[in-house]
């Protein structure tokens, strides 16, 4: 039974934003990440503070990551996102 709700919760935290087990996280340098939004909508910069990562900026276009974001460089958020869309891509073809 405590396997069954560890995994329970481990589960429903792969699906908070603020987790650090979120299961859409891009890219992370020290105490910055980038998350893809569970609706792939947008990227979400986030700063962890005091033990939970709190969204600071939204975004639909790449280029507005730097912009807002200039501790994330470009090139490296541009890899990042092309491989979790490489990831994303390999993984619906496998289901």
């Given at each position: 039974?405590?396997?069954?709700?560890?995994?329970?919760?481990?589960?429903?935290?792969?699906l908070n934003e603020g987790s650090?087990?979120?299961?859409?996280?891009?890219?992370?340098?020290?105490?910055?990440?980038?998350?893809?939004?569970?609706?792939?909508?947008?990227?979400?910069?986030?700063?962890?503070?005091?033990?939970?990562?709190?969204?600071?900026?939204?975004?639909?276009?790449?280029?507005?990551?730097?912009?807002?974001?200039?501790?994330?460089?470009?090139?490296?958020?541009?890899?990042?996102?092309?491989?979790?869309?490489?990831?994303?891509?390999?993984?619906?073809?496998?289901?």
């Amino acid at each position: 039974m405590l396997w069954l709700i560890t995994n329970l919760v481990s589960a429903m935290n792969s699906l908070n934003e603020g987790s650090d087990n979120y299961s859409c996280v891009v890219y992370v340098l020290n105490d910055i990440r980038l998350i893809r939004c569970r609706d792939n909508l947008q990227w979400i910069t986030q700063y962890h503070r005091g033990g939970y990562w709190r969204s600071r900026s939204y975004h639909t276009d790449i280029s507005t990551i730097h912009r807002d974001e200039p501790m994330l460089d470009l090139q490296c958020v541009r890899e990042a996102i092309a491989r979790d869309a490489n990831k994303r891509l390999v993984q619906s073809q496998i289901a």
